[in-house]
């Protein structure tokens, strides 16, 4: 992995700090995940190749440095990602841009690692397991323990090649399926991963049931049992409160989270699916607290209006449609 | 006005500390500004009375307390509106429930004076200034130094009939027509408000460009200028942060907020008008995080839904779409 999860790019001030608000991180990394987590979950569209790295190539030109691209899932299981050798062969070449790969098992790593050994410019991968017994058997079909033994091999190669390992736990945050997912269990899971060598926990709030206090309470709880990695936040957006439960994650010092462009994604196993937090409302929100990502936001809204245009539909992402408070400010200055 | 804004319903437990988010209120108080702010702004549907009427006794029915009805406007303004009396007069008797009307000048005053006179159940008005001079004028063609000139005697009027004023002020985190708004500019309105006796300020994001530190710097400053008056922010979720405004807003003390029911509402002067945050998310996120507001959330959810038949479309609004987080926990639960 390229990109420091430890420190901000030199230079940059400070975050103000509201008051009320305690210490804010004056930088946050973003990893997009609409290539991955968004155009999977699409099913009025099979984007065409070509067009899908041309996307990849945009969202690299705004700034975004984290960016993961496909799974190396079974074709018949998710046909959108049915080109993922072809997509990782095409990636356009950008030194300091990590692009990942979402791994679900043993076979998916054996396919990764003959691209690897073609020069597949991958840098990281992102594993799979759920809190949840019945989430998890109803994503991959087996036990949690059974998910755990058989990543630890994927784990333990992939960081033999030298690649960065985030472990993805869904149903962090509660589970449409069982309901309450209790801190115990998070922490166990995580903690297994960790053990086995994951450097960064991507932590789902799969099917949007988080909630700010909830989020302090579990990311503090992890951090104490897990000190050593990098904890990523991939909310969702199902009850409004996505951003919110930013915030609160900010407020104990979490500078990285996972988004997707023009709030694409969701969960087949949850009611009313709506998307990953839109990456452009984050950006919106960050930028306008003083808070940096790098990323530029008039560009990244040029990608979320094609996307609408491809798919015939308003996508549900608000700056995107409202503009940039910065275009407020300049268009339509009077005085 | 009957709902007491300092002391939280006897009996309910504090609400859960999350370390990093610092005391918050254990219990909020809503004003739903659904039959104001967001049918004044519908441009696709004028409501007939009696199902106004009806809209308005379900909302009551959920456990709002405060609500906003409608707005004393010229009926050629605002044609949505123009059934303000009729409304009015026909408003269901709750003894504990707070009808709030909008009054922009003194002629709305001597309109809603009649009515008063009739034995309108009427306990609170909300006047209407920006703090930008160029919205003000776009908004009611005069300067704000005028505005608050004709302000004065219907806030005294009002106050002599034994009203609860609240002073609305418009444009306080930013203008769409003008840019940045000085805190000072909003300090020095706010004060002239209280002094001739607001009781309480609803502080709009007019046009939806509040973030959560300038929420708190601001709403810090206002509470140190004008101490003795409930500070009830008004959020439009323009650009996504809606409740994450609102939690930061929770962190500095503030406990009252108006929203809109299906996120109606929004603003002629500013692009991609997206309106007010949506009750039903608000009251969803505070449930969740264990802060009351008394407000039965699928009731709401189900007036949300009738409201996209009658306008043949869909709101904006989250949780009416994908269910309470407790709906999950029960329905689906399979252990």
């Keep these: 992995m390229n ?17 009320g608000l305690g210490k804010l991180p004056s930088h946050v990394h973003i990893r997009e995940e609409g290539p991955r987590d968004g155009w999977q979950n699409l099913d009025d569209v099979v984007i065409p190749t070509a067009l899908k790295l041309d996307y990849i190539d945009r969202l690299v030109r705004t700034g975004l440095r984290r ?33 990942g790969v ?24 992102t594993t799979v397991v759920s809190v949840s017994e019945a989430h998890n058997r109803a994503n991959v079909n087996m036990s949690v323990d059974d998910s755990l033994r058989q990543l630890e091999p994927v784990v333990s190669a992939a960081r033999d090649r030298g690649l960065h390992v985030c472990a993805g736990v869904a149903t962090v ?20 991963l960790v053990d086995m060598g994951a450097a960064e926990l991507t932590l789902g709030d799969t099917t949007g049931m988080a909630n700010p206090v909830q989020v302090v309470d579990v990311l503090s709880a992890l951090r104490e049992a897990v000190p050593d990695v990098r904890l990523t936040p991939h909310f969702h957006n199902t009850r409004g409160a996505g951003l919110a439960n930013v915030l609160a994650a900010m407020q104990i010092g979490i500078d990285s989270f996972e988004a997707a462009y023009g709030e694409l994604g969701g969960c087949q196993f949850a009611r009313g699916a ?38 015939g539909r308003r996508l549900d992402s608000h700056v995107s449609h409202a503009g940039p408070v910065e275009w407020v400010m300049t268009e339509t200055a009077v005085s």
Tied chains: 1, 2.
């Design 3 to 19: 990109a420091d999860p430890t420190s901000p790019p030199t230079g940059e001030p400070p975050a103000p700090t509201g008051s």
């Design 67 to 99: 960016i993961s691209v496909t799974a190396m899932v079974h074709p018949a299981w998710v046909p959108q990602l049915a080109d993922a050798a072809d997509v990782i062969s095409g990636l356009p070449t950008v030194p300091d841009v990590d692009y």
């Design 102 to 125: 979402l791994v679900p098992n043993p076979r998916g790593w054996e396919r990764l690692t003959s691209l690897l050994d073609e020069g597949a410019p991958i840098t990281e991968i």
């Design 173 to 192: 945050f509660g589970c449409s399926l069982s309901g309450v997912v209790p801190v115990d269990d998070v922490v166990r899971v995580t903690r297994q």
């Design 274 to 311: 709506t998307g990953n937090i839109a990456t452009e409302d984050l950006v919106s929100m960050l930028s306008e607290m003083g808070v940096t990502t790098g990323v530029d936001l008039p560009a990244l809204i040029g990608i979320v209006a094609d996307m609408e245009g491809l798919l």
